[in-house]
């Protein structure tokens, strides 16, 4: 069981660490991730580098609290509420009709929609 558990904080920090970095990894790379929120209409302009950067610490903060054993719980929760507001946005962005780019992994020229929320099987085979 050990194991297991260290397999899921080894796969959930990946997963946290390599989204952070794919935003940092340049200003472009940043850039895009805050015009793809504007995109959503979730954020106006002026907000958007500002969240952009807020959900880069957290992300960075999930990848630090699991990698310290006496954080781990507060690693998963912030994790699960990231993912929370993520899967609402991406629900609320499609549920208002608004065609946005997926800006999850810095810049994307994939659609939000439906495989965002809930991967179809044919997605999984990909």
């Known amino acids: ?3 297991l558990e260290l397999a899921c904080r080894v ?3 990946v997963v946290f660490l390599v989204s952070a970095a794919s935003k940092l990894r340049n200003r472009s ?5 805050a015009a793809g929120l504007r995109a959503t209409r979730l954020v106006s302009g002026r ?8 959900t880069v610490a957290a992300e960075a903060g999930v990848v630090l ?3 310290v ?13 990231l993912l929370v507001v993520f899967i609402g946005g991406i629900a609320l962005t499609m549920r208002r009709g608004v065609v946005a780019t997926c800006p999850c992994f810095g810049a994307s020229t994939t659609r939000l929609g439906g495989r965002h929320l809930a991967p ?7």
């Open 47 to 54: 907000t958007a580098r500002w969240i952009g950067s807020l």
């Open 1 to 3: 069981m050990v194991y």
């Open 11 to 13: 796969l959930i920090g």
């Open 29 to 33: 790379a940043f850039d895009a991730f």
């Open 120 to 126: 179809e099987d044919d997605d999984l085979l990909d």
């Open 69 to 81: 054993p006496l954080t781990t719980l507060g690693g998963y929760l912030l994790a699960a509420a």
């Open 65 to 67: 609290l699991l990698a």
